[in-house]
T-cell receptor, first 114, second 114 residues
Framework: SQQGEEDPQALSIQEGENATMNCSYK?????LQWYRQNSGRGLVHLIL?????REKHSGRLRVTLDTSKKSSSLLITASRAADTASYFC??????????????FGKGTLLTVNP | KAGVTQTPRYLIKTRGQQVTLSCSPI?????VSWYQQTPGQGLQFLFE???????NKGNFPGRFSGRQFSNSRSEMNVSTLELGDSALYLC?????????????FGNGTRLTVT
């Protein structure tokens, strides 16, 4: 079963606009990660936020984490056509470090129109 | 550093056959994970290896197996292929022993079963 669920499933915006994607998960976590996937290729790690962090920035990316609501959001500012991709959140679950897998949501397909 | 390399890139097999996929992790990475990606189920965890030991396994039938060699290279095998095994198989390596380090993905092997 999916641990993380992204919302919306698809998002279409114009270049220069901001894009916000949300992720909800079910069980407690050690960390939450966001990945990007261009069509037919592997996933690329974007950012990792730990359960004791509330916000993290990396370039044009801003991630927030609300563990009380079991949710996270990914904001991409000043989007570019090259940002067109699927975005996934992934959680590790919280099993005392004995869980060596990430559980991915089904992703948000972001389309940035030039 | 070279990235994660998966071979072959594309594969077409017939029902009932078996297939072996190969993954070479980033140099120095000792953890290798495998994921199956399909449009319907999304990314599903198959298994994870560290120092030639399988540390975690997903909910897949015994037809799916894997192994890791002393140089950290990994292979996964699927026997008695079914149409539903058609998917993108992704390998990822990680520098950390726990799921606190990001995963570095290869571009995958696209398996088509006819």
């Amino acid at each position: 079963s999916q641990q993380g669920e992204e919302d919306p499933q698809a998002l279409s915006i114009q270049e220069g606009e901001n894009a916000t994607m949300n992720c909800s998960y079910k069980t407690s976590i050690n960390n939450l990660q966001w990945y990007r996937q261009n069509s037919g290729r592997g996933l690329v790690h974007l950012i990792l936020i730990r359960s004791n962090e509330r916000e993290k920035h990396s370039g044009r990316l801003r991630v927030t984490l609300d563990t009380s609501k079991k949710s996270s959001s990914l904001l991409i500012t000043a989007s570019r056509a090259a940002d067109t991709a699927s975005y996934f959140c992934a959680t590790d679950g919280n099993s005392g470090g004995s869980n060596y897998k990430l559980t991915f949501g089904k992703g948000t397909l972001l389309t940035v129109n030039p | 550093k070279a990235g994660v390399t998966q071979t072959p890139r594309y594969l077409i097999k017939t029902r009932g056959q078996q297939v072996t996929l190969s993954c070479s992790p980033i140099s120095g990475h000792r953890s290798v994970s495998w994921y199956q990606q399909t449009p319907g189920q999304g990314l599903q965890f198959l298994f994870e290896y560290f120092s030639e030991t399988q540390r975690n396994k997903g909910n897949f039938p015994g037809r799916f197996s894997g192994r890791q060699f002393s140089n950290s290279r990994s292979e996964m095998n699927v026997s008695t292929l079914e149409l539903g095994d058609s998917a993108l198989y992704l390998c990822a390596s990680s520098a950390g022993t726990l799921v606190e380090s990001p995963l570095h993905f290869g571009n995958g092997t696209r398996l088509t079963v006819t």
